[in-house]
T-cell receptor, first 108, second 115 residues
Framework: EDQVTQSPEALRLQEGESSSLNCSYTVSGLRGLFWYRQDPGKGPEFLFTLYSAGEEKEKERLKATLTKKESFLHITAPKPEDSATYLCAVYNDYKLSFGAGTTVTVRA | DAEITQSPRHKITETGRQVTLACHQTWNHNNMFWYRQDLGHGLRLIHYSYGVQDTNKGEVSDGYSVSRSNTEDLPLTLESAASSQTSVYFC??????????????FGPGTRLTVL
């Protein structure tokens, strides 16, 4: 059974204070790892897909990396608008298995 | 622009009533999914469909049903609503791509309260 664990559950940052979110997974044959952003009262919004260990992708202040057992989402010099819940999911057999998410709060 | 919509956005019902949540997508995607989201559990898959007339059970399917009569719609029915089904429900869709992980795009969600 696919398992996805995200840590920490919550992260409070000062504006400009860089940090990383962790997503560890166990899956038989990873076909892809997804990162989504979710704002309160809204549906998840797609950020990145990573397909193989060593791959990295960037978007503005976010950078996602992937190893054989975990993925990291690095937030560089965050701004208050980066406050959201970040969800990680692994893809297998045409379905996604999600972690519980990390809620990031960035204070001005 | 293509999109995925859900209705209603909020629903309050009573225990034992039948409830149907609508999901409509204009992406022309073959795959559609229903999830529920509860604190501490993340998103859990209820049912999914890979095309018209195809439906499959996810990890938390008890008490729910779906039917797929066209490409655009996948309604979710709670046959007899229970308080444990109070949750936020999300619909998603993806395009079938051979050999690559499909990106799922999510609707805005329906908040359901069962009293």
């Amino acid at each position: 059974e696919d398992q996805v664990t995200q840590s920490p559950e919550a992260l409070r940052l000062q504006e400009g204070e860089s940090s990383s979110l962790n997503c560890s997974y166990t899956v038989s044959g990873l076909r892809g790892l997804f990162w989504y952003r979710q704002d309160p009262g809204k549906g998840p919004e797609f950020l990145f897909t990573l397909y193989s260990a060593g791959e990295e992708k960037e978007k503005e202040r976010l950078k996602a990396t992937l190893t054989k057992k975990e993925s990291f989402l690095h937030i560089t010099a965050p701004k208050p608008e980066d406050s959201a819940t970040y969800l990680c999911a692994v893809y297998n057999d045409y379905k996604l298995s999600f972690g519980a998410g990390t809620t990031v709060t960035v204070r001005a | 622009d293509a999109e995925i919509t859900q209705s209603p956005r909020h629903k309050i019902t009573e225990t034992g009533r039948q409830v149907t949540l609508a999901c409509h997508q204009t992406w022309n995607h073959n795959n559609m999914f229903w999830y529920r989201q509860d604190l501490g559990h993340g998103l859990r898959l209820i049912h999914y469909s890979y095309g018209v007339q195809d439906t499959n059970k996810g990890e938390v399917s008890d008490g729910y049903s779906v039917s797929r009569s066209n490409t655009e719609d996948l309604p979710l029915t709670l046959e007899s609503a229970a308080s444990s089904q109070t949750s936020v429900y999300f619909c998603a869709s993806s395009e079938s791509t051979s050999g690559r992980a499909d990106t799922q795009y999510f609707g805005p969600g329906t908040r359901l309260t069962v009293l």
